[in-house]
């Protein structure tokens, strides 16, 4: 392609070193508020690129893994410091790169500072326990060895959080990485592992490789020397890197799709709920794993809540990310868009009635960004497409329910189980919805939105491998546990 000079172009790092693609090929990463402003250019990497990442990797383990917890622990409070030096420049990339307003990155990028003093710590806890043996004269006890070489394949919709919240516990367990960004935040990701190399991380520990899904994706998914796989994307991929991995006999994780319900009872605090289901829904363009899709009402407060709930929506300020007056940013990409829209045609084809929003807005300043207007739909049914598939953009399906077991159980008809919310001040509510809602992140009169690095994270069905993410669950992916017996 043809580079506008004055743009800088990003490299990818393997073994302590950036360098460009083998295959001499680039890409633009561009802007979605506006597709002329070009980020930077990143590198379109072929297989060969992969091989000397792993082969890197690979030589930098046995070192690595050599160290103490609390030695690599150090190297991960330093990177948090660079990242925290750097934090307003790498929010401002992110805003620019996937559209996500400025406040929002700069919560992002304060958690991703947040995760790795978190993983930082996680190299002076424990690892293992003492376990009584039968012989008297015995001493049993587990430990913990890491994975080996890691493989971490990441979307665009959290470009810092979600690789930190992967590579930060792989790194304190004593693991090394290959890194695999989604192509369009391939900007942001190399920020990141200029932080990782400022912070003095020894070379061929962390191995930064730009590039398409189905070539570096693929080729880390079937590398036989990469032992364990950590992917957070579609359900489309993610089914195809568990069956690939199963095959190999790798270690998998996957963190999917969600269908996330949130539920509004008559005793509910209206105010509490419309906004949290506005913040849930809408907050980067519902273009969260977690983010809010359904919204179930029961009759008595169903109007109510509408009203509150559109004119909220109508107050929306869309628009660039980096404008202050902006609540909501673009979609990511065009792909992005025309997904996004070809849902909500599907919505009113099958015969929901549209509310508000449903356009692609292309006002003067908006025409060159991937701009959809926040959508509300009603008289949803649970076999429509639109209450059925994941989205991925700002449109919420309002459903109509009568009472709690009705709203349980359309909640729990839909092949994904992440996040769920509830709204009412019964406490038997609470419950019944604490115990039967199938989801992995259970949410009492807060946003299903919003999760917290110290606590376990991860879907039920569909939504994941079953396996968790973040706070202490990381050590069960990361790790491999060994029981001993010694006798003197
Ligand atoms: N649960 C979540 O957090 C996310 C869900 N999605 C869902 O996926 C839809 C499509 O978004 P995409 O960015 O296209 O998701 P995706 O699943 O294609 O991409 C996620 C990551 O997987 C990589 N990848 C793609 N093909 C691969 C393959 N064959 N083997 C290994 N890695 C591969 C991509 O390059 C990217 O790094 C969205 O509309 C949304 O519904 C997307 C991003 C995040
Ligand atoms: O809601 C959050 O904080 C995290 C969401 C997430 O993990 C995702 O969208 O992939």
Known sequence: M??????????????????????????????????????????ISGRDDLEKAVAAAKNA?????????????????????????????????????????????????ARGIALLR?????????????????????????????????????PWNFPVAIPLWKMAPALAYGNTVVFKPAEETAVTAAKLVECMEEAGLPAGVVNLVMGSGPVIGQGIVDHPDISGITFTGSNEVGRRVGQRAVARG????????????VI????????????????????????????????????AVYDPFKEKLLSRVKEIQVGDGMDPRTWMGPLVSEEQLHRVLSYIRKGVEEGATL???????EEENLKDGFFVEPTVF??????????????????????????????????????????????????????????????????????????????????MKQSSSHSREQGRAAIEFFTSIKTVFVKG
Request: hydrophobic share 40%.
């Open 378 to 459: 009603e008289d949803v049914t649970p076999e429509m497409t639109i209450a059925r598939e994941e989205i991925f953009g700002p449109v919420l399906a309002l459903i109509r329910v009568d009472t709690l077991e009705e709203a349980l159980r359309l909640a729990n008809d839909v092949p994904y189980g992440l996040s769920a919310s509830i709204f009412t001040r019964d406490i038997g509510n609470m419950l019944s919805f604490i115990d039967e809602m199938d989801a992995g992140l259970v949410r009492v009169n807060a946003e299903t939105a919003g999760v917290e690095l110290q606590a376990p994270f991860g879907g």
């Open 118 to 154: 978190y993983y930082a710590g996680e190299g002076m806890r424990k690892v293992g326990d003492v376990i009584p043996s039968t012989d008297s004269e015995g001493l049993m006890f587990t430990t913990r060895v890491p994975l080996g070489v890691v493989g971490v394949i990441t």
């Open 264 to 299: 509004v009872l008559e005793d509910a605090d209206l105010d509490l709920a419309v906004e949290a289901t506005v913040s849930g829904g809408l907050r980067t363009a519902g273009q969260k794993c977690t983010a809010t899709s359904r919204v179930f009402v029961q009759s």
């Open 250 to 261: 790798a270690k998998f994780q996957l963190e999917m799709g969600g269908k996330n319900p």
């Open 61 to 109: 383990l046995s070192s690595w893994r050599k160290r103490s917890g609390p030695e690599r622990g150090e190297f991960l409070h330093r990177m948090a410091n660079v990242l925290e030096r750097r934090a307003d420049e790498i929010a401002e990339t992110m805003t620019r790169e996937m559209g996500k307003t400025l406040p929002e990155a700069k919560g992002e990028t």
């Open 355 to 361: 509310l508000c929003g449903g356009r692609r807005l």
């Open 2 to 43: 043809t580079l506008t000079t004055g743009i800088q172009t990003y490299l990818n790092y393997i073994d302590g070193k950036w360098v460009p693609a083998s295959t001499g090929e680039v890409e633009a990463s561009i802007n979605p508020a506006n597709r002329h402003d070009v980020i930077g250019y990143v590198q």
